[in-house]
């Protein structure tokens, strides 16, 4: 499985921006995706995550409310819109595959497979 990250990018703090992750390679569906960030000097942070039919979503408390994630089965890809955004936001976000299509993880030892990751950057 194959993943590539899109989407981010510069933006001023309450704006928005819409991450996009595209897999190839194995049954899409039958994955749990995941987004993560990180910033330098720090682990890697769980952001949210939706499991393989797309019918349950966690995420992290800091995030809920302004963050949506989403996907689309039938294009491969799975989405995190991001609103109200904070300086505190500005990360390398990654997404990921959970071979467990109906675990809601945060855990990035359970994702098997990663993007390469994409930089989204807030400024006030």
């Known amino acids: 499985v194959q993943l590539q990250a899109s989407g981010g990018g510069s933006v001023q703090a309450g704006g928005s921006l819409t991450l996009s992750c595209a897999a190839s390679?194995?049954?899409?569906?039958?994955?749990?995706m995941g987004w993560f960030r990180q910033t330098p000097g720090k682990e890697r942070e769980f952001v949210a995550v939706i499991t393989g039919p797309g019918g349950r979503k966690y995420y992290l408390d800091f995030v809920k409310g302004r963050f949506t994630i989403s996907r689309d089965n039938a294009k491969n890809t799975v989405y995190l819109q991001m609103n109200s955004l904070k300086p505190e936001d500005t990360a390398v976000y990654y997404c990921a595959a959970d071979l467990n299509y109906y675990r809601l993880s945060d855990n990035s030892g359970d994702y098997a497979y990663w993007g390469q990751g994409t930089l989204v950057t807030v400024s006030s």
């Open positions: 390679g194995g049954t899409f569906s039958s994955y749990g």
